[in-house]
């Protein structure tokens, strides 16, 4: 429940590691949030790509209580209890922040279908599951807000990576539809559309313009959060830049390079 101060007390991050979502999580707690649970595949243990384990002890350093919990979203059948979970540990849950995902090339995908299939699932399914989970404790509980990381990658579908790009698509229509059903309920939905975020995700890609970084994406969702924005363009610019790009005729949006 957001303290007297109207500000945010409790924080549950879905994809414990994530750098854009530990971005979100760290401001919120140093506005004031004071229960947080981190949620994460083997959550006690380093990253599947070398990563360090889910870092509680940064969050408890700035004054939070912190509980870790193994997430896996590839498991749907699992996310209803996650939330129950969470919320048994912090009670209602003024901030929900799934920021799992995984962006693969898309020639691995090309040539491996079903590796493709597998991340669209995390991408998309993913974020269905928990999302409706989620969504059905906020309208319960009559007030909080679900944080949803789509992309510009979903606004519209480019070849260089449209697998990823159409879960974003998914995703942000899914989003859409959630915040909608949401009216009036007292909870509320933040639809997210970052550009290129530099950082682990992105390593070893070239930056495309625009660019940004986790604490550029964090602090523009404290700022919709302060101010009940629903959708966010990180940068804002791209909001512009993507109303012209959506009506570019098919073959000049086909030639662009990325
Ligand atoms: N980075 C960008 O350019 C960008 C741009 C637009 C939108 N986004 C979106 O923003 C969100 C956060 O991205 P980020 O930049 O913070 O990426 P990140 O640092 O790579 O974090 C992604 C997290 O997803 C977790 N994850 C992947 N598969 C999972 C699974 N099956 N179950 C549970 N967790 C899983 C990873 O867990 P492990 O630690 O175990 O690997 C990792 O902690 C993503 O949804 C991403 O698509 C990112």
Redesign the pocket.
């Known amino acids: 429940m957001r303290n007297a101060l109207g500000s945010v007390d409790t924080v549950l991050l ?8 530990l971005a979100i999580v760290e401001r919120l707690v140093r506005r004031g949030a004071r229960r947080v649970v981190l949620a ?3 959550a006690s243990a380093p ?3 070398g ?1 360090t384990a889910v870092p509680a002890e940064d969050l408890e350093r700035l004054g939070a209580e912190v509980h870790v919990l193994d ?4 498991r749907p059948e699992t996310h209803a209890a996650l939330i129950e979970e969470a919320a048994a540990k912090v009670g209602d849950l003024d901030v929900v922040i ?6 693969g090339s898309q020639a691995i995908y090309d040539a491996d279908p079903v590796a493709a299939a597998r991340d669209v699932a ?2 998309f399914g ?1 974020h269905v599951s928990i999302g409706l989970a989620a969504a059905r404790r906020l309208r319960e509980q009559g007030h909080g807000t679900l944080v949803v ?5 979903g606004v519209r579908v480019r070849k260089a990576n449209f697998v990823y790009g159409s879960a ?1 698509a998914g995703l942000d229509g899914f989003a859409q539809g959630l915040a909608d059903a949401l009216h009036g309920s007292g909870a509320r939905v933040v639809v997210v559309r ?4 530099i ?4 390593r070893g890609m070239t930056p495309a313009p625009m660019s940004v970084t ?1 604490a550029e994406v964090a602090d523009a969702v404290v700022e919709a959060l302060d101010t009940r924005k629903v959708t966010v363009w990180v940068p804002a610019r791209l909001r512009l830049a993507f109303a012209v790009m959506r009506l570019l005729p098919r073959p000049l949006w086909r030639r662009l390079p990325r």
Do not use: W
């Not at 879905?14 to 979502?21: D, F, P, V, W």
């Not at 799934?98 to 962006?103: D, E, I, Q, S």
């Not at 970052?194 to 975020?197: D, K, S």
């Open positions: 879905l994809g414990g590691r994530s750098e854009i979502g994460a595949r083997d990253s599947k790509d990563g997430f896996d979203a590839a799934p920021a799992f995902g995984v962006l995390v991408n993913g990381l789509s992309s510009v990658a974003k970052p550009g290129f975020v950082g682990r995700m992105t986790a």
